[in-house]
Antibody, heavy 116, light 109 residues
Framework: QVQLVQSGTEVKKPGASLRVSCKAS????????ISWVRQAPGQGLEWMGW????????NYAQKFQDRVTLTTEASTNTAYMELRSLTSDDTAVYFC?????????WGQGTLVTVSS | QSVLTQPPSASGTPGQRVTISCSGT????????VYWYQQLPGTAPKLLIY???QRPSGVPDRFSGSRSGTSASLAISGLRSEDEADYYC??????????FGGGTKLTVL
């Protein structure tokens, strides 16, 4: 069965960088893009961007354009989301999802807390 | 403030039909597909509707979607207690960015 398993909870200090991983299984990894969505506590969903697992071409939300990098590693069926210059506003649950849209399969979410 | 506008809350009694609206513009809903997600507390979202009105396998036909102009709606008929959740619409815009609505909290009275 299709599974997306994300890395565990993170606590970061303001100004630090974050890397969350998303390991896929149960399907051919390079057949689908990977998207990233986050959700701040008590808030709605926010799309961050997507990346092609075929050629690592990415498309980012304008809000994150200069702070985020999405990559994939086909050899390990893993996608990564790197977010730099963290602030308390980046405290959220980060989700990966399969595909560029119409996300049927999601990771379990990674809780990230940014606090001094 | 979200690019796509949803009512913050909706409610209904078991068996009722409720609708949740999602308002956008010609750059997003007006020219791109709409998707609907259900999110239960502490869980990842679940895709309910894709491409405006299509249901993924396993989603009950009590859930239906529609789009007209720059607005879309999710209808839930035969409301059940387990339908109590947050519901989000989503759409791409012409600049190849995806947006979610602010979410609607559905309460089953």
């Amino acid at each position: 069965q299709v599974q997306l398993v994300q890395s565990g909870t993170e606590v970061k200090k303001p100004g630090a960088s974050l890397r969350v991983s998303c390991k896929a299984s149960g399907y051919s990894f390079t057949d689908y893009d990977i998207s990233w969505v986050r959700q701040a506590p008590g808030q709605g969903l926010e799309w961050m961007g997507w990346t092609s697992t075929y050629n690592n071409k990415s498309n980012y939300a304008q809000k994150f354009q200069d702070r985020v990098t999405l990559t994939t590693e086909a050899s390990t069926n893993t996608a990564y989301m790197e977010l730099r210059s963290l602030t308390s506003d980046d405290t959220a649950v980060y989700f990966c999802a399969r595909g560029a849209s119409g996300w049927t399969y999601w990771g379990q979410g990674t809780l990230v807390t940014v606090s001094s | 403030q979200s690019v796509l506008t949803q009512p913050p809350s909706a409610s209904g009694t078991p068996g009722q039909r409720v609708t949740i609206s999602c308002s956008g513009t010609s750059s997003n809903i007006g020219s791109n597909y709409v998707y609907w997600y259900q999110q239960l507390p502490g869980t990842a979202p679940k895709l309910l509707i894709y491409r405006n009105d299509q249901r993924p396998s396993g989603v009950p036909d009590r859930f239906s979607g529609s789009r007209s102009g720059t607005s879309a709606s999710l209808a839930i008929s035969g409301l059940r207690s387990e339908d109590e959740a947050d519901y989000y619409c989503a759409a791409w815009n012409d600049t190849l960015s995806a947006f979610f609505g602010g979410g609607t909290k559905l309460t089953v009275l």
